[in-house]
């Protein structure tokens, strides 16, 4: 088995964070993103979508897409539960996961890909126009999960989940994106604190 990783790009990010939660070891090829190393002829026959993070199994199987290759490995190692243990945990974790990642992952994801100059050859075309108009669709998500935040713990309730790993590198990719997390947020703040101290969010 192989991962193929991204370096500093959230997605492989967030699996690196969720296999260093789960205290799986396995073996990881880096790839230069910054040379374009993702798509390479190499990568492009494993992914024609030519994105990491890329999983490939033994028999050659090839998983790609971030929450994919979480769950492949949540239903092999169950323990920690970071995907839920129950039938109601597991939909309020996808709901919160899927929050996080619609309104707030991807806009921030808009921003920095359509206003960085390093993206122009990754984000064809690149409409600064869009980028602009995602930080406010940013902000005023934060708002809401602020708000949400004030009676949980964590993103999804009281038990620390994938849905926290996608909120806390959302909120770390804010800072290429150029927005500013505004100071009122006290419960995002607690929140990103705690998350962010956690051992495995430095992988
Ligand atoms: N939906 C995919 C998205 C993967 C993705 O966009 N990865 C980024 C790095 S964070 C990438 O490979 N970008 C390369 C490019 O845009 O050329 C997932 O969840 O894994």
Redesign the pocket.
Known sequence: MKLYD?GR????RRVRIYLAEKGIEIPMEPVDMGGLG?RSAELTALNPL????VLVLDDGTVL????AICRYFEMLHPEPPLMGASALEAATIEMWNRRLELNLFMSVSSAFRHTHPAMKD?EVPQIAEWGEANRPKALAFLELFNDHLADNEFAAGENYSVADITGVVSVDFMKPARIALPEGLTHVRRWYDAVSARPGTAA
């Open positions: 991204g790009a959230p997605n492989p993702h030519q994105r990491l993070p790609t897409e971030t929450m990754w």
